[in-house]
């Protein structure tokens, strides 16, 4: 077994994870998280795009976070899946003067091309993210990850964009895009993941998103050991949670992100 990985987990511990994670998997708290934006929609296609726009703008204060996913939501008159697949290069003029820390306007249309690429010419964002975990055995997010990687990049842009768009591969933890893929694929009946892409993309390939908030509560807990908040990093805490869980271990993210950004103390 991997250094780190448990047979087992300390009762007391996986307790306090099945509490915690029950409690912050609850609507009242999605008002002041980025799940906010895509929950602004009903159409299938709009939730994917807003979910990704706002996942990938996911670093910061996230009152800024969520002000800045909603300002360029508006730019792209709060209909992303029109706004991406229908634009033109004057369309694009909207999201001119667009900046959320390194993320701006060029960003912006870059991702808005590709998107309208993948919608159009690769069959969807769930098509691109769930081809690779559909096919081959022993998969995980982080394969569905680079896949997209793969995708997106194929498309011209910017070697600056390339920041943007995580590769575990090379280490990367990649929280934001196996945020994204939280949102999209685990289905419950508690209101704040959407459980959209859960027929092409099962929960039991969902990855931890982890974070240096959720990692600082994973090692205070004794389920990481890891000192780097890395891609094996995240595959140590994402295993040691499947242990209390191996059909959804991503339901303890609520648990490790929730209490590392609410609370001051864990036990």
């Not at 990985?5 to 008002?31: G, H, S, T």
């Not at 964002?125 to 055995?137: A, D, M, W």
Request: a positive charge.
């Amino acid at each position: 077994m991997t250094r780190g990985m448990k047979n087992r987990m300390d009762p007391k511990i996986a307790d306090w994870l099945r509490e915690k994670a029950a409690f912050y998997n609850n609507p009242l708290f999605v008002e002041t998280d980025p799940v906010s934006i895509p929950h602004m929609f009903s159409k299938k296609e709009d939730i994917e795009i807003s979910a990704l726009f706002s996942a990938l703008l996911a670093w910061g204060n996230r009152k800024a976070i969520i002000s800045g996913a909603i300002q360029l939501m508006q730019r792209m008159d709060n209909a992303p899946f029109h706004f991406v697949t229908e634009h033109s290069q004057n369309d694009l003029k909207k999201l001119h003067g667009f900046v959320y820390r390194t993320f701006n306007s060029f960003d912006a249309a870059t991702l808005c091309e590709s998107l309208k690429n993948i919608y159009l010419h690769e069959g969807g964002l769930q098509h691109v993210f769930s081809e690779t975990v559909i096919k081959r055995k022993n998969t995980n997010a982080f394969d569905a990850i680079e896949n997209f990687r793969r995708v997106v990049l194929k498309y011209p842009h910017e070697q600056r964009f390339e920041k943007h768009i995580s590769s575990p591969e090379r280490g990367s933890a990649a929280k934001r895009l196996n945020m994204f893929l939280r949102w999209m694929v685990r289905r419950d009946d508690r209101g704040v993941d959407f459980g959209l892409w859960t027929d092409s993309f099962p929960m039991n390939k969902l990855l931890i998103p982890l974070d240096v908030h959720s990692a600082r509560v994973a090692r205070e807990t004794g389920i990481l050991s890891r000192l780097q908040t890395d891609a094996k990093a995240v595959i140590e805490v994402t295993e040691n949670c499947r242990l209390l869980d191996p059909d959804d271990p991503a339901r303890f993210d609520f648990a490790l992100f929730g209490t590392g950004i609410n609370e001051k103390h864990y036990f």
